[in-house]
């Protein structure tokens, strides 16, 4: 039983992050490689210019984002760093305009430290959005709602501060925010 659970996680695992996917490269000159993309996990992607082609690693210090086409859609990500952090890293952008939302998704598995037989044991799984707002090139980190930091990026916008208050639009409605701000507020 042991043997089939763990081999069913380790398929699992290969499956949803060892896929090629078209996708287009932006590297630091602004130029675009359009080809396969593959996602690592935890640093970088791999890309290649066809299926026959040979793979090439890029990260933060090689390229600036990527488009990936997922189904029907085109998912972009961009690398960014995090006002009052040193670091960079891929963010999904949800929205551009005069303030642009990205988010991370911090996705993972609960895990048990010892089940009876000495192994971990996976428990449950869990996905949380966090969201990051960018407005005139200061990204600050809003998690998943809008707090009071936060909140004076759009206090330019009194129609939008007043449905806020009036609880019109709630404070964990971020995409709904910063597109309301962007269709109404962009002066």
């Known amino acids: 039983m042991k043997k089939i659970f ?28 359009k080809g396969l993309i593959k996602v690592k996990r935890f640093d970088g992607i791999i890309f290649k210019l066809d299926e026959n082609s040979k793979e090439i690693y890029y990260d933060e210090k090689h390229i600036i984002g990527y488009d990936i086409k997922k189904e029907n859609d085109i998912e972009k990500y961009r690398y960014k760093i995090v006002e009052n952090a040193s670091f960079l890293r891929p963010m999904k952008m949800e929205i551009s305009g005069k303030i642009s939302l990205f988010s991370v998704d911090n996705s993972g598995t609960h895990i048990s430290p010892m089940g009876p037989s000495g192994m971990m044991i996976p428990m449950g799984s869990f996905s949380k959005i966090v969201y990051f707002i960018e407005k005139d090139n200061r990204l600050i980190r809003t998690g998943t709602r809008l707090n009071k930091k936060t909140l004076k990026l759009f206090q330019d916008c009194y129609t939008l501060i007043e449905k806020l208050d009036k609880k019109e639009i709630k404070k964990r409605e971020v995409k709904k925010i910063v597109n309301f701000y962007n269709s109404n507020c962009n002066n």
């Open 6 to 33: 763990t081999l069913i996680t380790l398929l699992s695992f290969l499956l949803s992050y060892g896929q090629f996917r078209e996708g287009i490269v932006y590297d630091k000159t602004g130029k675009e490689k």
